[in-house]
């Protein structure tokens, strides 16, 4: 569809915005749950979406040069910043479903090991993984 609106004559800011509205919307969908357990290769698959979809928008540029030029972050920092800050909105909005799922802290912390939260123990690396256990951990550095 890219390819048809940029013969039609629709311009790059056009293009651009249609990306960030039907494709990257499709690729980003329910991302903070599985984004984690993906392997290298289907995650560098996923981003060569992204690199085939600018390419028609701007195919005179290299990737990484026709992300600046086009002001997008990399499909991976999408998802990352898009994951954290789902599990901020989860986390500061005690009415929200899955507010129950975030383990504050309660414990008394040394002012080394500031910690706001406890993350569950995990029996496998897999639930390490999965979105609040990962986020939880990952935060509290």
């Given at each position: 569809?890219?390819?048809?609106?940029?013969?039609?004559?629709?311009?790059?800011?056009?293009?651009?915005t249609?990306?960030?509205?039907?494709i990257?919307s499709?690729?980003?969908?329910?991302?903070?749950?599985?984004?984690?357990?993906?392997?290298d290769?289907?995650k560098?698959?996923?981003?060569?979406v992204?690199d085939?979809?600018?390419?028609?928008?701007?195919?005179?540029?290299?990737?990484?040069?026709?992300l600046k030029?086009?002001?997008?972050p990399?499909?991976?920092?999408?998802?990352s910043?898009?994951s954290?800050?789902?599990?901020?909105?989860?986390?500061?909005?005690?009415?929200?479903?899955?507010?129950s799922?975030?383990?504050l802290?309660?414990?008394?912390?040394?002012?080394?090991?500031?910690?706001?939260?406890?993350?569950?123990k995990?029996?496998?690396?897999?639930?390490?993984?999965?979105?609040?256990?990962?986020y939880?951990s990952?935060?509290?550095?």
């Amino acid at each position: 569809m890219l390819r048809q609106l940029r013969k039609v004559g629709m311009d790059k800011n056009g293009l651009k915005t249609y990306y960030c509205t039907n494709i990257r919307s499709v690729l980003a969908y329910a991302s903070p749950v599985f984004y984690n357990f993906l392997s290298d290769t289907t995650k560098s698959k996923l981003e060569h979406v992204q690199d085939s979809a600018t390419k028609i928008i701007e195919p005179d540029l290299e990737y990484p040069d026709r992300l600046k030029f086009l002001e997008l972050p990399s499909l991976c920092d999408f998802i990352s910043c898009f994951s954290e800050s789902l599990f901020w909105k989860i986390a500061s909005y005690e009415m929200h479903p899955h507010f129950s799922r975030i383990i504050l802290n309660q414990a008394r912390t040394s002012s080394r090991q500031n910690k706001m939260y406890r993350p569950p123990k995990c029996r496998t690396a897999k639930r390490l993984k999965s979105f609040f256990p990962h986020y939880m951990s990952s935060l509290n550095k």
